[in-house]
T-cell receptor, first 115, second 114 residues
Framework: GAGVSQSPSNKVTEKGKDVELRCDPI?????LYWYRQSLGQGLEFLIY????????KSGLPSDRFSAERTGGSVSTLTIQRTQQEDSAVYLC?????????????FGPGTRLTVL | RKEVEQDPGPFNVPEGATVAFNCTYS??????FFWYRQDCRKEPKLLMS???SGNEDGRFTAQLNRASQYISLLIRDSKLSDSATYLC???????????????FGQGTILTVHP
């Protein structure tokens, strides 16, 4: 079946511009996560959605970052006034439920480059 | 101190070798443990869960020592296709909630050469 999809796969933008990254989770998965992976670094948690609400936003690095999820499905991560340090691969993952047992499945990521 | 720590490597081994990766975690409330594999410029994929009794999947064996807060992954008879970054992952419930939060180690790079 279809896995997690993300778009765009690559995004090059100029410093100061806003960008929107999209995630389509696996159908029926209620939990959705956003992570960031910088070059040579591990995965950094950004935000967690259960349904349309975000009980944990603790990983968002600044108020330039925001995310929403609608219809318990698609999620959008928005970065305003992008900076060069925002350059990274942004990964989305979904899992069936909100508990600790289910496996997270990752999308292919969006590679963001801020010039 | 990072919540999950791994030796970043790189590990360069010949085909057929046995290689072991170690990982330590700092939060004793951690409840479940995994190894993920990440190929170059690809997303992480679950390799295997790790149980206290130890578990094996073909050439891969994972061990968990809760007392020492230590996780290991052993790969026997390495193949060229095993070359990847191996991520140690710890899952715990966030206090006051029922949801799980994964914390990833930085990963250990493995290169298997002919």
């Amino acid at each position: 079946g279809a896995g997690v999809s993300q778009s765009p796969s690559n995004k090059v933008t100029e410093k100061g511009k806003d960008v929107e990254l999209r995630c389509d989770p696996i159908s029926g998965h209620t939990a959705l996560y956003w992570y960031r992976q910088s070059l040579g670094q591990g995965l950094e948690f950004l935000i967690y959605f259960q349904g349309n609400s975000a009980p944990d936003k603790s990983g968002l690095p600044s108020d330039r970052f925001s995310a929403e999820r609608t219809g318990g499905s698609v999620s959008t991560l928005t970065i305003q006034r992008t900076q060069q340090e925002d350059s990274a691969v942004y990964l989305c993952a979904s899992k069936l439920g909100g508990g600790i047992v289910d496996t997270q499945y990752f999308g292919p990521g969006t590679r963001l480059t801020v010039l | 101190r990072k919540e999950v720590e791994q030796d970043p490597g790189p590990f360069n081994v010949p085909e057929g070798a046995t290689v072991a990766f170690n990982c330590t975690y700092s939060n004793s409330a951690s409840q479940s443990f995994f190894w993920y594999r990440q190929d170059c410029r690809k997303e992480p994929k679950l390799l295997m869960s790790v149980y206290s009794s130890g578990n094996e999947d073909g050439r891969f064996t994972a061990q968990l020592n809760r007392a020492s807060q230590y996780i290991s992954l052993l790969i026997r008879d390495s193949k060229l296709s095993d070359s990847a970054t191996y991520l140690c992952v710890v899952n715990r419930s966030v206090r006051g909630t029922s949801y799980g939060k994964l914390t990833f180690g930085q990963g250990t790079i493995l290169t298997v050469h002919p």
